[in-house]
């Protein structure tokens, strides 16, 4: 039986679907009975989503001419050095 | 892994402008991204976005595996990021213990209760908010190195957790436990700042 500590505790892996099945399922149903920790998986989840893909702040400039072009010449070396 | 990847990396190795092109695209923010957040230093992350390009492009046929062009990328920037870190920057390395992580439970029974700001004015795209980008940017900063060095792999550029594990070279319940907290406290912090209504949301 898994009680708030036990499920604090394995959030992640369980959000992630890395727990073993059985695992999951006593955890899902502990959620379900219990409203802090509704709360505190909803706005867990949450967080992770405003995460993935943050971009910066600050935008970047665009790239410098003379930079790309570096990079291209580095680009098409290796091309021709692996003969393509 | 995305298909994407696999396919933007076989069209690179083949030589193809087209790919060089999408692929500098995407690639240079993602790395000017991680390594503002890695190193703390926006000329800094500059140099380690362009010096990372130019050590991909040129030792890509070192890539043996196309599929792991994304893990393989970051871990070049993370060895770029080594190099050029400056101590103290950021937060100095500690252990984020999970008790402090959880929130503040009152009552008995049915009563109980979690003491946690009210989320559901928060969008859920970051995208829409630029103060939400801040304070998610500002609470990575605050993470010790090695935590924060696995949220940015693993939820800001969505890696899975066996690639984090093969760019950090650590294993993978490493990866796993340093995510969960670095979670947690980010989580902790933008709870706080909806609740000193930093966000503008009361």
């Known amino acids: ?84 | 892994m995305p298909e994407g990847d696999l396919n933007i990396a076989e069209r690179l190795l083949s030589g193809d402008p087209a790919a060089f092109e999408e692929f500098v695209e995407s690639y240079r923010r993602k790395l000017f991204q991680y390594s503002f957040l890695m190193c703390g230093l926006r000329e800094d992350a500059e140099e380690v976005a362009q010096d990372t390009l130019l050590k991909v492009f040129s030792s890509l046929e070192q890539l043996r595996e196309p599929q792991n062009l994304k893990a393989w990328v970051f871990r070049i920037a993370r060895n770029e990021c080594l190099m050029k870190r400056r101590k103290s920057v950021f937060a100095p390395e500690h252990e984020l213990s999970l008790d402090e992580l959880r929130p503040q439970a009152t009552g008995e029974g049915d009563a109980r209760a979690i003491e946690i700001a009210d989320w559901s004015g928060l969008p859920d795209d970051a995208a829409e908010r630029s103060e939400i980008r801040r304070i998610i940017g500002q609470g990575i900063k605050e993470l010790p190195d090695t935590y924060r060095a696995v949220i940015l792999l693993r939820d800001v550029e969505e890696l899975t957790t066996e690639e984090a594990a093969s760019v950090l070279d650590v294993s993978t319940d490493v990866v796993k436990t340093r995510l969960h907290r670095a979670r947690l406290a980010l989580r902790q912090k933008l709870d706080q700042s909806l609740r000193s209504a930093a966000l503008g949301i009361a």
């Open chain 1, 1 to 84: 039986m898994q009680d708030c500590t036990d499920v604090f505790a394995r959030l992640s892996e369980y959000l992630d679907r890395e727990l073993p099945g059985a695992t999951c399922e006593e955890i899902e149903k502990h959620i379900a009975a219990c409203a802090p920790c509704v709360q505190f998986v909803e706005s867990l989840k949450k967080s992770i989503h405003l995460t993935h893909g943050l971009t910066p702040e600050d935008p970047l400039p665009p790239i410098p001419e003379e930079l790309k072009q570096k990079l291209r010449r580095a680009f098409d070396d290796g091309a021709r050095r692996r003969g393509k």
